[in-house]
């Protein structure tokens, strides 16, 4: 069984710019989550997305965003860019309403 | 707000000791989780806690959980060397499907 696929695994922006992160769960989960892991921080839990919908969301402004498509991968995007973005980007996925979260192997976002 | 606090959160050990993560949160979760990390890699579930008294154990770990108490273990006994990573617990916000996580304990297993 396929576990998480995130993509891409480094991706390097400046400030400013916008980001695009994807992720596709494992087969059968309609679930998505999307954490960050920033130094000194921790895991910060992002959004969740369930059948489509954000179900939840963290404490983060609204330039994260995101989108989970019918065939339930999801997309964050990071716009204007800032240095403090620079973080591990997490996706887990589960089945509805049940755990533990899988996790992917993260997309290590730079900006210079 | 849920909080979630570790300790230590370093620790560096001989092989063959044993030892205790300890894993407090401040609010009411019924649902307790321990995650292992190695560097520069994703987070691999180890135990899902989810009643007041639950222990499971995989190997050299054992995981504990007392939801009056507000804490969950992880005992490791006698530890061996790729045992090495940083554990993270996480404790759930009921019915919000939101992980809260610790900040980790870097465990260094010396021979």
């Known amino acids: 069984e396929a576990g998480v696929t995130q993509s891409p695994t480094h991706l390097i922006k400046t400030r400013g710019q916008q980001a695009t992160l994807r992720c596709s769960p494992i087969?059968?989960?309609?679930?998505v989550y999307w954490y960050q892991q920033a130094l000194g921080l921790g895991l910060q839990f992002l959004l969740w997305?369930?059948?489509?919908?954000?179900?939840n969301r963290g404490n983060f402004p609204p330039r994260f965003s995101g989108r989970q498509f019918p065939n339930y991968s999801s997309e964050l995007n990071v716009n204007a860019l800032e240095l403090e973005d620079s973080a591990l980007y997490l996706c887990?996925?589960?089945?509805?309403?049940?755990?533990?979260?899988?996790f992917g192997d993260g997309t290590r976002l730079s900006i210079l | 707000e849920l909080k979630v606090e570790q300790n230590p959160l370093f620790l560096s050990m001989q092989e063959g000791k044993n030892y205790t993560i300890y894993c407090n949160y401040s609010?009411?979760?019924?649902?307790l989780y321990w995650y292992r990390q190695d560097p520069g890699k994703s987070l691999e579930s180890l135990f899902v806690?989810?009643?007041?008294?639950a222990v499971k154990q995989e190997g050299r770990l054992m995981a504990s959980l007392d939801t009056k108490a507000r804490l969950s273990t992880l005992h490791i006994t006698a530890a061996v060397h790729d045992l090495s990573a940083t554990y993270f617990c996480?404790?759930?916000?009921?019915?919000?499907?939101?992980?809260?996580f610790g900040q980790g304990t870097r465990l260094t297993i010396n021979p």
């Open positions: 887990a996925s589960s089945l509805m309403g049940s755990q533990p979260q899988h």
């Open positions: 087969s059968g989960h309609t679930s």
């Open positions: 806690l989810l009643s007041n008294g």
């Open positions: 997305y369930d059948e489509g919908e954000e179900r």
């Open positions: 996480a404790a759930e916000i009921q019915g919000a499907q939101k992980l809260v």
């Open positions: 609010t009411t979760s019924d649902r």
